[in-house]
């Protein structure tokens, strides 16, 4: 696939309020379908924010660094892979022939991750609560987002057909999200934090 060249930055067409979808269509910046994309393109970001933290773990746990490095840097680019699918919504020419939704490759490799980490954590008794170390909370904000993004693309398919790997991958994704955010919290030997009803 031929790789978009980024020359220009500013282009002044957004002034109004408005966005050109990859195949020219005008499409206000407001719209559900620019929103969705949008999410996605924060969502990566946020990931980012986690790689970046993780790369401070590279000399006391070289462990976690290579597993973040490996998976967050596959995770952002199947996000651009997303990201691009909502642009353009469903075209007959994004979906190869042999396609196969229970082989998909993406979706396959973060359901095999997260049957790594569980081999190594206890069952859990409770919820979670985010916080028990700073790449467990940053994890978890990853979720959260994540789970926003997967309700907008719920939202869009009401509105247009969407490819239904796309929000496949954002269900898996978010749940990744939370088994990594306890492997993580299991690696430096901290303590899950752990909801404790009260209603």
Not at 36 to 62: F, H, M, V, W
Not at 146 to 157: A, G, P, S
Request: hydrophobic share 35%; aromatic share 8%.
């Amino acid at each position: 696939m031929k790789k978009p060249r980024l020359s220009r930055i500013y282009t002044k067409n957004g002034d109004k309020g408005m966005t050109r979808l990859p195949k020219g269509v005008a499409i206000s910046k407001g719209a559900l379908q620019v929103e969705s994309y949008g999410t996605c393109d924060e969502l990566c970001t946020c990931i980012g924010l986690l790689r970046a933290q993780i790369r401070l773990c590279k000399e006391s746990n070289p462990e976690i660094y290579s597993e973040g490095e490996f998976c967050l840097h596959r995770i952002q680019n199947n996000l651009f892979d997303m990201g691009r699918l909502l642009a353009r919504a469903l075209e007959s020419d994004e979906i190869p022939e042999d396609y196969e939704l229970e082989n998909d490759p993406h979706i396959n490799f973060l359901e095999a991750k997260m049957d790594e980490y569980l081999a190594l954590l206890e069952p859990l008794e409770s919820f979670s609560l985010p916080g028990s170390g700073v790449l467990n909370a940053h994890s978890h904000h990853c979720r959260t987002v994540c789970r926003r993004w997967e309700r907008l693309i719920v939202r869009l398919m009401d509105e247009m057909p969407v490819q239904e790997r796309v929000l496949v991958y954002a269900n898996r994704l978010s749940d990744y999200l939370y088994v990594f955010s306890r492997w993580v919290s299991l690696q430096l030997g901290e303590e899950e934090l752990l909801w404790e009803p009260s209603l």
